[in-house]
T-cell receptor
C-alpha cells in the first residue's frame, strides 16, 4: 500500500533555513501536502504541490518535488521560534476528494 | 476565514460507553472526513462522506463506528461501545469541489477511554 516516510526530528537555530524531507512510495501520487501541527492544536494546511510541478514558493516556504525519486521537501527560510511544530507530509493518489495518507511527522525545534 | 470546528475538545468516557464527536465543516464544502491519531502514531483515515452517504472507509472503521450529517451544518462520528484502544485524537476535515481538493482540519477531539 501507499506509504509516506519522514525523519522524526530536526533542530535548527533561529534565522537559519530548515529543510524537512519526505519520501513516498505511490508513483500515482497527484497532490502532495504539508501540514503544520502546533502543540495541542489541529492540522494547519501550509502548502501543497501538484505532481506536474517541480517547485512551489509561498513567502518563506519553498516546496521541492523530485518525482523520479519520489522525494518531497519543505524549506522554511529564516526559521523563527514560532515555526516550532510538527510538520506532516501527506499525499493523495487520485485527483479528487480522496483520503490523505500521512507521514509520521517531523518535529522541528527552533533554538533561539 | 472559515474554519472547521469540533466539540468537545476533550472527552473522557468509560469502556463500553457510546460517544458522539461533533464537527461543523466549512459551510460551502461538500466532502467530509474523519481521521484519528493515536498518540505518537500517524494520522489515519477513518471515513469520508459525500452526498449523505459514506464514500470511502478504512479497515479501522468497523461496525462500532457510524457517521451522520443530522442537519445542514453538523457532521458526527459515533462510537457505539468504546474500547481502550479507541483513545486517540479525532480530527474532522472538509474539502470543496471544482478541482479544489485541499482538506481543512478542525482542532480535534481528544478521546480518552478509561
Amino acid at each position: 500500500g501507499e506509504d509516506v516516510e519522514q525523519s522524526l526530528f530536526l533542530s535548527v537555530r533561529e534565522g537559519d533555513s530548515s529543510v524537512i524531507n519526505c519520501t513516498y512510495t505511490d508513483s500515482s501520487s497527484t497532490y502532495l501536502y504539508w501540514y503544520k501541527q502546533e502543540p495541542g492544536a489541529g492540522l494547519q494546511l501550509l502548502t501543497y504541490i501538484f505532481s506536474n510541478m517541480d517547485m512551489k514558493q509561498d513567502q518563506r516556504l519553498t516546496v521541492l518535488l523530485n518525482k523520479k525519486d519520489k522525494h518531497l521537501s519543505l524549506r522554511i527560510a529564516d526559521t523563527q521560534t514560532g515555526d516550532s511544530a510538527i510538520y506532516f507530509c501527506a499525499e493523495i493518489s487520485l485527483p479528487g476528494n480522496t483520503p490523505l495518507v500521512f507521514g509520521k511527522g517531523t518535529r522541528l525545534s527552533v533554538i533561539a | 476565514e472559515p474554519e472547521v470546528t469540533q466539540t468537545p475538545s476533550h472527552q473522557v468516557t468509560q469502556m463500553g460507553q457510546e460517544v458522539i464527536l461533533r464537527c461543523v465543516p466549512i459551510s460551502n464544502h461538500l466532502y467530509f472526513y474523519w481521521y484519528r491519531q493515536i498518540l505518537g502514531q500517524k494520522v489515519e483515515f477513518l471515513v469520508s462522506f459525500y452526498n449523505n452517504e459514506i464514500s470511502e472507509k478504512s479497515e479501522i472503521f468497523d461496525d462500532q463506528f457510524s457517521v451522520e450529517r443530522p442537519d445542514g451544518s453538523n457532521f458526527t462520528l459515533k462510537i457505539r461501545s468504546t474500547k481502550l484502544e479507541d483513545s486517540a485524537m479525532y480530527f474532522c476535515a472538509s474539502s470543496g469541489t471544482g478541482g479544489r481538493y485541499e482538506q481543512y482540519f478542525g482542532p480535534g477531539t481528544r478521546l480518552t477511554v478509561t
